[in-house]
């Protein structure tokens, strides 16, 4: 079945420290990639996307690119804050399905 | 503000209540999940209910028991819980229109059972 493994955290910063979250997965097909963000107190939300080969999906200084070829979809961000401090969640969606297979889970700490 | 709200945001039971926790989406989706997450542990899938229909989860213990009157409301009914369930229980929704899909999820209930 499908499987999305993400890096152990967690995962400790200063400020302004470039961030690599490391995700590859196991699909049958061609899935959908996605990134969650969980802040302290709230649920998940979409940080980004990516839907096919090679496309990337950025938001609020976040990259991801889908490369189908390592099976990966690893998280970057060129320089981090103290408010990105969050756990963050890998996920894939397959064929016909909407439900989603979210990865365990990294949690980012960012200290000033 | 996601457009799913849950309630209570916070539950402390014992072990022999029955609680009910309530969900409810403006975004006219329709599909409904309930998530369970609890410390060092995977998110946990728990049911999902697809235009009122539900998707079982055969490995969720019978004492919790989900109900979905409609495609904006959603209950999960909790009956003689044991301390091991305490965590925190998410709601989330989402539209059935394949894997480009994203779910909107709620800020949770943090149960603790005593």
């Known amino acids: 079945g499908d499987s999305v493994t993400q890096m152990e955290g967690p995962v400790t910063l200063s400020e302004e420290a470039f961030l690599t979250i490391n995700c590859t997965y196991t699909a049958t097909g061609y899935p959908s990639l996605f990134w969650y963000v969980q802040y302290p107190g709230e649920g998940l939300q979409l940080l980004l996307k990516?839907?096919?080969?090679?496309d990337k999906g950025s938001n609020k200084g976040f990259e991801a690119t889908y490369r189908k070829e390592t099976t990966s979809f690893h998280l970057e961000k060129g320089s981090v804050q103290v408010s990105d401090s969050a756990v963050y969640f890998c996920?894939?969606?397959?064929?016909?399905?909407?439900?989603?297979?979210f990865g365990r889970g990294t949690s980012l700490i960012v200290h000033p | 503000e996601t457009g799913v709200t849950q309630t209570p945001r916070h539950l402390v039971m014992g072990m022999t209540n029955k609680k009910s926790l309530k969900c409810e989406q403006h975004?006219?989706?329709?599909?409904m999940y309930w998530y369970k997450q609890s410390a060092k542990k995977p998110l946990e899938l728990m049911f999902v209910?697809?235009?009122?229909?539900?998707?079982e989860n055969n490995s969720v213990p019978s004492r919790f028991s989900p109900e979905c009157p409609n495609s904006s409301h959603l209950f999960l009914h909790l009956h003689t819980l044991q301390p091991e369930d305490s965590a925190l229980y998410l709601c989330?929704?989402?539209?059935?229109?394949?894997?480009?899909?994203?779910?909107?999820f709620g800020s949770g209930t943090q149960l603790s059972v005593l």
């Open positions: 996920a894939l969606s397959e064929g016909g399905s909407y439900i989603p297979t």
């Open positions: 975004l006219g989706h329709n599909a």
């Open positions: 990516a839907t096919k080969a090679d």
């Open positions: 209910y697809s235009l009122e229909e539900r998707v």
């Open positions: 989330a929704s989402s539209q059935t229109g394949g894997r480009n899909e994203k779910l909107f």
